[in-house]
């Protein structure tokens, strides 16, 4: 059974920085593609990146530049690094696992996913 647990969440100022953990245990965790996902209230659950492997991350637009995700296969734990925070990046923010490659940002076809960890960006 494939468990993940976010953590890290907060309340910052505009511009400010978070960073995100997530647990990952139950599967062999280097095979598995891990992925952030958030959603808005009244909004749909939207990717805002995924990884596979080190080098082959990809990102929302509108979190390019400013995120970076990244993987430690020998702790089981996902990472995502979000610097110059907007408030319209205010969201709850899911830690996701799918067991087949590619690892789209497109959430519909993820099979795990974490409870989630608030984001709340001030302005």
């Known amino acids: 059974q494939v468990q993940l647990q976010e953590s890290g969440g907060g309340s910052v100022q505009s511009g400010g920085s978070l960073r995100l953990s997530c647990a990952f245990s139950?599967?062999?965790?280097?095979?598995?593609?891990m992925g952030w996902f958030r959603q808005a209230p009244g909004k749909e659950r939207e990717g805002v990146a995924t990884?596979?492997?080190?080098?082959?991350?990809s990102y929302a637009d509108s979190v390019k530049g400013r995120f970076t995700v990244s993987r430690d296969n020998a702790k089981n734990a996902l990472y995502l690094q979000m610097n110059s925070l907007k408030p319209e990046d205010t969201a709850m923010y899911y830690c996701?696992?799918?067991?087949?490659?590619?690892?789209?940002?497109?959430?519909?076809?993820?099979?795990?996913w974490g409870q989630g960890t608030q984001v709340t960006v001030s302005s």
């Open positions: 139950g599967y062999t965790y280097g095979s598995y593609c």
């Open positions: 990884i596979y492997s080190v080098g082959s991350a």
């Open positions: 996701a696992a799918r067991g087949t490659w590619p690892c789209p940002l497109r959430p519909g076809s993820w099979n795990y």
